[in-house]
């Protein structure tokens, strides 16, 4: 995939909508209403709470088009109208779950270094930038040549992480460390005593 389309699945979605739509497709599988009434949207807003903040005609209008750009597969079964993300929309969930990705800080330090060492091969180049790129939004900071360091738990983070970039083990290392030797100024950047 090249450094384009990963911009594009990047890109935050232009309204919140969008993004509704995308988390709850992607957590709830397929999703299936009654069609017994002739509006989807009522449908819809009446059998999840969430979509009563959005008119109904943005609410269509989105599935609408969420439908015409192939991420989503609207399809009537009988009473019943199912609803699921495509390939190409499970893609895009999957990207804006890493786009939301967060390190919570929490009250006290453990006193405890997480290093992250990976190597990620010359001809994946696009997702070393990628993966490099989204450790600075986290937070991490370059301890030396692929190393790098956070001093909070990032473990659930790295593993979603390298499920989303397809990264194996001897990729991708999270190492959880109490000595790292001189680390004053590291302390120094993360506030910490």
């Not at 989503?72 to 779950?97: C, D, P, V």
Request: hydrophobic share 35%; aromatic share 12%.
């Amino acid at each position: 995939m090249g450094l384009k389309k990963y911009r594009y699945y990047f890109k935050k979605p232009r309204s919140e909508i969008v993004k509704d739509v995308l988390y709850w497709l992607m957590v709830a599988g397929a999703v299936y209403i009654a069609a017994s009434s002739p509006s989807f949207a009522r449908n819809i807003i009446r059998d999840h709470r969430r979509w009563k903040k959005y008119s109904r005609k943005r609410l269509y209008d989105t599935f609408y088009n969420l439908r015409k750009s192939g991420l989503l597969e609207i399809r009537r079964e009988g009473k019943q109208i199912y609803i699921s993300l495509t390939k190409e929309g499970k893609k895009k969930a999957g990207y804006l779950q890493i786009n939301d990705l967060k390190i919570k800080t929490p009250q006290s330090w453990d006193r405890k270094w997480r290093l992250v060492v990976f190597d990620i091969i010359e001809l994946r180049k696009t997702h070393r930038e990628a993966f490099r790129g989204k450790l600075k939004e986290l937070g991490f900071c370059l301890l030396q040549k692929s190393v790098w360091i956070h001093p909070f738990d990032c473990e659930a983070e790295i593993e979603l992480l390298r499920s989303f970039f397809g990264l194996r083990e001897e990729d991708l290392r999270l190492i959880v460390a109490e000595k790292i030797g001189e680390d004053a100024s590291i302390k120094e950047k993360y506030h910490l005593n």
